[in-house]
C-alpha cells in the first residue's frame, strides 16, 4: 500500500508542475513573441516481479512481464516556436521576425541574448533599445534631425534627414538562428540565452539563409491559445484529483488490513 502512495504522489507532483506551467503560458498570453512550453512526462522504474521468458513452477515460459511501476516524473519543458499572430501597430520602432530568428540583443554584462520581442525604442543616444534600455545589435545610431525611419524586409535601416530628398542608410539588421531553439534558455525580460544544447548562434541578413522577414510597424504576439490551455488544465486538474484518490483508496486499504483480527 506504500507503494500505491507513493506512486500516486509522484504524479501529483508531476501534475503540479504541468499545471504551473499552463498558468505561466496563459500568464503571458498578452506578452510580445513570448512562445508557449509544454511539459514532457516518463514513467520510471519498474519493479519486476517475472520477467517476460522466465521459467515458471511448471517448466514452461512466461509470455509476458509481471511489473508494476513507481509513477511517473516531468523530464522537460518544451517551447513552441510557431510563430504569433502578427498586430500592426503603426509604430515605425516596432518590428517582427515573420519566419526563422531572433534579434540580436547586448545584455549588461556584454553577452549577447535572442528574443522576438521586437518593440523597440530609441535611447537618448538614438541606439534601438528594449523596453529595459538594452541595446540591439549590431548597433545602429539615428540622427537626432531624422524625419523618418523605414527598415525593409532585409532589415536595412534608412533614415529622411532635412536638406537631403535621398534616404540615408544606416546599417543592417541581423537576425540569429539555431540549430536546436529548444535548447535555449529563458532568462526573463522576454530574452533567451545559448547552451551547450542549443548550439551557437547562426547570424544572418533577414530573407538570406533561412532568415524571416521583419515587418516594420507590426509585432508578434504570443502564440498561447487560450483554449487549448484551459483544456490542458482541466485534463491536469482530473490527473490530480484521480492521483488523490489513488491515495485515499489505499489508505483505506490499510486501515482494512491493519483492523484484521484472527
Do not use: C, W
Amino acid at each position: 500500500m506504500i507503494k500505491a502512495m507513493r506512486t500516486a504522489a509522484s504524479g501529483m507532483v508531476a501534475q503540479q508542475l504541468n499545471v504551473d506551467n499552463i498558468s505561466n503560458n496563459l500568464a503571458n498570453v498578452n506578452t510580445t513573441g513570448f512562445k508557449r512550453s509544454k511539459v514532457e512526462f516518463q514513467d520510471v522504474l519498474y519493479q519486476n516481479y517475472r520477467r517476460a521468458g522466465s521459467v515458471t513452477s511448471v517448466g514452461s515460459k512466461a509470455p509476458t512481464n509481471l511489473a508494476v511501476g513507481y509513477g511517473a516524473r516531468a523530464v522537460a519543458t518544451v517551447r513552441d516556436y510557431s510563430p504569433g499572430d502578427l498586430n500592426a501597430t503603426g509604430n515605425p520602432l516596432d518590428l517582427a521576425i515573420s519566419g526563422n530568428g531572433f534579434f540580436q540583443i547586448r545584455m549588461p554584462d556584454g553577452s549577447t541574448g535572442y528574443t522576438r520581442d521586437g518593440a523597440f525604442k530609441i535611447s537618448a543616444d538614438g541606439q534601438f533599445v528594449t523596453s529595459d534600455g538594452f541595446f540591439l545589435t549590431p548597433d545602429i545610431t539615428i540622427p537626432q534631425d531624422a524625419s523618418s525611419i523605414a527598415i525593409g524586409l532585409d532589415g536595412e535601416v534608412t533614415v529622411l534627414v532635412p536638406g537631403n530628398q535621398d534616404p540615408q542608410s544606416l546599417g543592417q539588421i541581423e537576425l540569429a538562428r539555431f540549430i536546436n531553439p529548444a535548447g535555449l534558455s529563458a532568462v526573463g525580460h522576454n530574452l533567451f540565452i545559448t547552451t551547450a544544447a542549443s548550439g551557437q548562434a547562426i547570424t544572418g541578413t533577414p530573407t538570406l539563409d533561412g532568415m524571416g522577414r521583419i515587418d516594420q510597424g507590426t509585432l508578434e504576439v504570443s502564440n498561447v491559445e487560450v483554449v487549448d490551455e484551459m483544456v490542458n488544465m482541466i485534463i491536469a486538474q482530473r490527473a490530480y484529483e484521480i492521483n488523490s484518490k489513488a491515495i485515499q483508496t489505499s489508505e483505506d486499504m490499510t486501515q482494512i488490513a491493519n483492523n484484521l483480527k484472527r
